[in-house]
């Protein structure tokens, strides 16, 4: 009986005939932040045994390359924590060099990068992102709850150094960080780096109400579009953001709104967890095994026709909404959990 994935090179097509080519791995769930958006105080991580080895995690991410997967990017929790990372970071690199990949990054809270930066560049890293919410040390400190802003600015510098284009990837809190937007932004435009701002989502028990968090980015635009002139412009990186062009600055600002204007249409993304579960939507639970596969065989036709088989149910957007009436999150598992 002929099989449905008998061709194994065929591209990933979901039912809505999206191409997929961009990958996020999360490669552990343990963070050094316990940011007040993401996770709870008091977390319970996996079990190290739980975790794919670095060799199958290089694997895993080999077949996606294989089936057209053209962007990767590594993700945790916090991925440089991951003992060994750099070594599944120089192993990648060779689909860089060989042409199947176009490119290899990673988002990052910056607590490691002063360490890692130069072997990240060395390793065919070339763009990573970095999460900043804040540029004043106590509101980082209450955000973060365990983190160092000097330590994070010491990496961003030593990133740059090292030849790192950087993006700052900034959550807009209500209350929180609203009135420091447009100070971020003319920080980072001033170092060359452009900015993204992201809506918080509702992933996972936070011990607090997203709420009083949610600020629309609808509003943050409209209150930078008083104080600056903003050009819509095509420029894209592969991911979820829309970018303005700030004429004031010469940067460039991108808007990634999974709540006021979800973009689901254009998806191109999944992810795979730290445990080899492959989730075709942040915002939906339905997921695949890949690790049972993986470790079934020592060739990959297991798990590819696993990944395919899952391609298949790719719904065609998540459902995510923040409001009084709905106080549970709207999927139960943590963003570190599923790769941030």
Same mark, same amino acid.
């Given at each position: ?89 120089? #192993?990648?690199?060779?689909?860089? =060099?060989?042409?199947?990949?176009? =490119? ?26 970095? #999460?900043?919410?804040?540029?004043? =040390? ?109 004429? =004031? ?92």
């Amino acid at each position: 009986m002929a099989s449905a994935f008998q061709d194994m090179s065929a591209p990933l097509i979901d039912p809505f005939a999206r191409r997929i080519t961009y990958l996020r791995v999360s490669v552990t769930d343990r963070c050094d932040f316990r940011c007040v958006y993401c996770m709870s105080e008091h977390m319970t991580f996996l079990p190290k045994r739980d975790l794919l080895t670095l060799e199958e995690l290089d694997r895993l991410c080999s077949a996606f390359v294989r089936l057209g997967v053209r962007r990767l990017r590594l993700t945790g929790g916090e991925p440089l924590v991951r003992r060994g990372l750099p070594t599944l970071i120089r #192993s990648l690199g060779r689909h860089l =060099e060989s042409g199947a990949l176009d =490119e290899l990054t990673l988002t990052t809270n910056g607590s490691q990068l002063a360490t890692h930066a130069a072997e990240l560049y060395a390793a065919g890293v070339r763009r990573v992102n970095v #999460s900043l919410d804040t540029l004043d =040390e106590v509101n980082f400190k209450t955000i973060t709850r365990w983190g160092d802003l000097r330590q994070v600015l010491g990496g961003i510098e030593a990133a740059l150094a090292a030849g790192l284009k950087i993006k700052i990837n900034t959550v807009a809190l209500r209350g929180v960080n609203e009135d420091e937007i447009s100070r971020i932004a003319e920080w980072a435009h001033g170092l060359g780096m452009d900015l993204s701002l992201i809506e918080t989502m509702p992933l996972g028990d936070i011990e607090g109400d997203r709420t009083d968090q949610y600020l629309p980015l609808s509003l943050v635009r409209a209150r930078l579009a008083q104080r600056w002139t903003l050009e819509d412009i095509p420029y894209r990186t592969g991911g979820p953001a829309r970018y303005v062009k700030v004429a =004031e600055t010469g940067g460039r600002i991108g808007f990634i709104t999974p709540l006021t204007h979800n973009f689901c249409e254009s998806c191109n993304r999944v992810r795979v967890t730290c445990t080899g579960t492959l989730y075709m939507c942040l915002g939906q639970d339905d997921a695949a095994d890949l690790r049972a596969p993986l470790r079934a065989s020592k060739d990959d036709d297991l798990v590819t026709q696993a990944i395919r088989e899952a391609i298949t149910r790719k719904p065609k957007g998540h459902d995510f909404v923040i409001d009084r009436r709905s106080a549970k999150p709207a999927v139960a598992r943590h963003m570190s959990t599923t790769g941030g």
